[in-house]
C-alpha cells in the first residue's frame, strides 16, 4: 500500500483547509485509514481515522467538532476537512493504512496499529 499526502501549507488562525491521502496498492475496501499529526518535540497524535467499506469514523480530541475525515472511492483518497485551525494545530500530519478487520468495518486509533504510513504534509497555522 502506497500513500501519499498532500494539502498542507501556511494559513491563518481561524481558516480551513482540507488534507488529502491518496491510496493505492490494495483493494482499499479491505483497510481503515487514519490521520495522525506530530508537532517539533511532541509524540505522534492521532486526529482521525475512517473505516473505507462502511465508512465508519473516530476522531481524537483536537478534532472533535472542528475536523471531519471522509473517502472518495471512486479515486482511492481520504480527505481530511480542517475548520477554525487555530496555531496549535501546527505540525506535520501523516495518513496510514492498515488492514482492517470485520469485513472492513474496523478503524485503529493508535499509530503503532499501523503498517502503512504516508511522507507527511506540514500544516503551519499563524496567529
Known amino acids: 500500500v502506497q500513500l501519499q499526502a498532500s494539502g498542507g501549507g501556511l494559513v491563518q488562525a481561524g481558516d480551513s483547509l482540507r488534507l488529502s491521502c491518496a491510496v493505492s496498492g490494495r483493494t482499499l475496501s479491505d483497510y481503515a485509514v487514519g490521520w495522525f499529526r506530530q508537532a517539533p518535540g511532541k509524540e505522534r497524535e492521532f486526529v482521525a481515522a475512517?473505516?473505507?467499506?462502511?465508512?465508519?469514523?473516530r476522531y481524537g480530541d483536537p478534532a472533535k467538532g472542528r475536523f471531519t475525515i471522509s473517502r472518495d472511492s471512486a479515486k482511492n483518497t481520504v480527505y481530511l476537512q480542517m475548520n477554525s485551525l487555530a496555531p496549535e494545530d501546527t505540525a506535520v500530519y501523516y495518513c496510514?493504512?492498515?488492514?482492517?478487520?470485520?469485513?472492513?468495518?474496523?478503524?485503529?486509533?493508535?499509530?503503532?496499529?499501523?503498517?502503512?504510513w504516508g511522507q507527511g504534509t506540514l500544516v503551519t497555522v499563524s496567529s
Open positions: 475512517i473505516s473505507w467499506s462502511v465508512g465508519s469514523t
Open positions: 496510514a493504512a492498515e488492514l482492517s478487520k470485520y469485513n472492513g468495518a474496523y478503524y485503529y486509533t493508535e499509530a503503532h496499529e499501523y503498517a502503512y
